[in-house]
């Protein structure tokens, strides 16, 4: 069978801006003779933006070969669209019926348009009740003015962006993301966004049954006039959360548990090594954390790598990723045992820029001691104990620590 041949439509009088077209879309058989990247690298583009280019100067014909829906001659400005129709034959997939760009793009924005009639219909943000500020605990309100701080804007403050897309962390692992927009979803904080992309949906027999939480946008269900209100009120019950010491201890506890073991993670990454997983690493965390803040802790972390290293070279073993990641956690364990039976004064740690402070982190800090690290660098008994009190103007403390250099071993 002979293949389809292609005329090109030019739209530019430029002849070198001819020719790369001609490049692109020349063949050889049934083969493309040369790579987009090469063409694109002469326009100073990647080679996802070639087609889109090429466009502004050309149309492919496939010359003798019809459109089933509009009975037009086939026109296609990239190669992948064009490629089923160029196959030898047999192909070796069954080749599409002939559809043009234009009707492929007319169907495809209808399929679109059903799809997100069905999302609309699902997830109607008016079927949702109003937030109720007063619902939930410290740790509901806490992480939903974390999301609001980062995920919205002053334009339109009714609205918050997927947790995706943040630009600075959350919570301090992606798991307890996950799980703080599920709890706020439950408590009626936020709703799923029907604007969202459709990929952020799970689909059951072309139903929009689910979403995935870290891709979704999220709604502040209620009058719009009325969320500014809702908001203060929040506010001011974070303020007061250092009233209530036992509900906070516990909010405390999981936001310095997930950044010590993400710390923890970080230290043994950088030198190539896995973190341990399980019940041992998390018992071993709460138990340092009913000693030091979280700061201290950072040190003997990053100290307990090179202390496993030096172990193994002095006994000239050689031990596998695995077994040195253990002993580096057994090393920070005895470190603070051995600091808690002395009873020595620990110095401590740095936050290092690759794993920085979470909005969560900072919130909590802010709102017990009014300095971004105060509960990191005295823990939580320690920034509680600090005089101040929420009426008080708040300190200034640098949100980065770029340029610091990292802890010392």
Known sequence: MDLPKIDLEFLTEDERLRELCRRYWRRDGSRWV???????????????????????????????????????????????????????????????????????????????????DKVEARYEVSKFDPTD?????????????????????????????????????????????????????????????????????????????QFYVDKVSWVVPGPPNEIPAVLRILRDRLRDARLNVPELEHVWHEIAAAELHEFLAFSLDVRGLPCPEGERITQVINMALRHFPVAHLFRAAWGAVPKTEKWEEERGLELSPESLANGALTFFENSVNTAVERGWH????????RCPQSMVSK?????????????????????????????????????????QPDPPS
């Open 34 to 116: 040369e790579a987009p990247s090469h063409i694109a690298q002469e326009l100073g583009i990647g080679g996802s933006e070639l087609p889109a280019r090429l466009a502004e100067y050309s149309t492919a014909h496939l010359r003798g070969v019809t459109c089933s829906s509009c009975s037009r001659e086939l026109t296609f400005s990239k190669r992948s669209n064009a490629r089923p129709y160029l196959l030898p034959d047999p192909p070796p997939r069954p080749t599409p019926p002939a559809e043009c760009e234009a009707c492929i793009d007319a169907r495809q924005a209808e399929a679109e348009k059903r799809a997100r």
């Open 133 to 209: 500020p007063y619902g939930g605990g410290v740790r509901e309100v806490l992480f939903f003015l974390a999301l609001h701080a980062l995920g919205s804007t002053d334009d339109d403050p009714t609205r918050i962006q997927s947790i995706h897309s943040l630009k600075v962390p959350l919570t301090p692992a992606g798991r307890l993301n996950l799980s703080l927009a599920n709890v706020l979803f439950e408590q009626g904080l936020i709703v799923p966004d029907p604007a969202s992309p459709l990929d952020a949906f799970f689909w059951e027999s072309d139903e929009p049954t």
């Open 346 to 353: 620990v110095q401590p740690g740095f936050r290092n820029p």
């Open 363 to 403: 919130m909590l800090s802010q709102a017990v001691a009014g300095d971004d690290e105060a509960i990191f660098t005295l823990g939580l008994e320690g920034a509680l104990a600090l005089d101040w009190s929420p009426s008080e103007p708040q300190a200034t403390v640098p949100e980065e620590l770029d340029g």
